[in-house]
C-alpha cells in the first residue's frame, strides 16, 4: 500500500441499507477526514479525526458515522442510505493540522443510492 | 458564514498564462491552498500560502493578500494536461479547510 486507499471504488445501494466506505493510510498520519464532493459544490467535510482514538464532527456529519480504532483505519458508515447521500466520497489524510501539512487524498468511492 | 467564491470555468489557450482568482470570507486564517482535480480523480496539492505574497514553483504561482482576501494561481505555458479544475481552499480558526467549489480550466490548441 502506497499513501491512502479506499474500498469499494464505486457501490450502488437500495436506500434504507447500511453501508460502511474504507479508508487506510500508510503514511502514519495523525489526522483524517471524510469529504463528500457534489457537483457545482466545495467539498464538504463529514466528519474528521486529529488523532487515533478521537473523532468530531464537520460541516454536514447527519446520517455519518465514524470510528478511529487505529492510525491507519478511518472507516464512514451510513446507517440507513438515503438518495440524497449519492455522491462521490473522498478520505484524505494530513501528517498534523496545522502549517503546510498538506491533506492527501485517497481515490474516491462513487456512491449511488437508489 | 463562511465563503469562498471562484469562478465556474475558464477557458486558455496551449501556451499561454491564466490567472485563477480566489476570494475568501472565513472565521479565522490559518493558510490558503490551492489543490489540481483531474476529472473523475482525486485532488492534488499544488500550493501553500500563510504569509502576503507570491509563492513559486516552476510553472505555477500562488499568490495570498491576507487583507483584502484574495488569493490567485497563475499557471505559465500552459499545457493540455493542465486541463482539469482547480480548487482553492482556506484553513479556518478550527484548523479545517473550507473549500470553494472549483474552477474548471479547458485549455485550447
Known amino acids: 500500500i502506497a499513501g491512502i486507499t479506499q474500498a469499494p471504488t464505486s457501490q450502488i445501494l437500495a436506500a434504507g441499507r447500511r453501508m460502511t466506505l474504507r479508508c487506510t493510510q500508510d503514511?502514519?498520519?495523525?489526522?483524517m477526514y471524510w469529504y463528500r464532493q457534489d457537483l457545482g459544490l466545495g467539498l464538504r467535510l463529514i466528519h474528521y479525526?486529529?488523532?487515533?482514538?478521537?473523532?468530531g464532527k464537520g460541516e454536514v456529519p447527519d446520517g455519518y458515522s465514524v470510528s478511529r480504532a487505529n492510525t491507519d483505519d478511518f472507516p464512514l458508515t451510513l446507517a440507513s442510505a438515503v438518495p440524497s447521500q449519492t455522491s462521490v466520497y473522498f478520505c484524505a489524510s494530513s501528517e498534523g493540522l496545522a502549517g503546510a501539512n498538506e491533506q492527501f487524498f485517497g481515490p474516491g468511492t462513487r456512491l449511488t443510492v437508489l | 458564514g463562511q465563503n469562498i467564491d471562484q469562478p465556474t470555468e475558464m477557458t486558455a489557450t496551449e501556451g499561454a498564462i491564466v490567472q485563477i482568482n480566489c476570494t475568501y470570507q472565513t472565521s479565522g486564517f490559518n493558510g490558503l491552498f490551492w489543490y489540481q482535480q483531474h476529472a473523475g480523480e482525486a485532488p492534488t496539492f499544488l500550493s501553500y500560502?500563510?504569509l502576503d505574497g507570491l509563492e513559486e514553483k516552476g510553472r505555477f504561482s500562488s499568490f495570498l493578500s491576507r487583507s483584502k482576501g484574495y488569493s490567485y494561481l497563475l499557471l505559465k505555458e500552459l499545457q493540455m494536461k493542465d486541463s482539469a479544475s482547480y480548487l482553492c481552499?482556506?484553513?479556518?480558526?478550527?484548523?479545517?479547510?473550507?473549500w470553494g467549489a472549483g474552477t474548471k480550466l479547458i485549455i485550447k490548441p
Open positions: 479525526s486529529n488523532t487515533a482514538g478521537t473523532t
Open positions: 503514511m502514519r498520519h495523525n489526522a
Open positions: 481552499a482556506v484553513r479556518d480558526s478550527n484548523y479545517q479547510l473550507i
Open positions: 500560502n500563510v
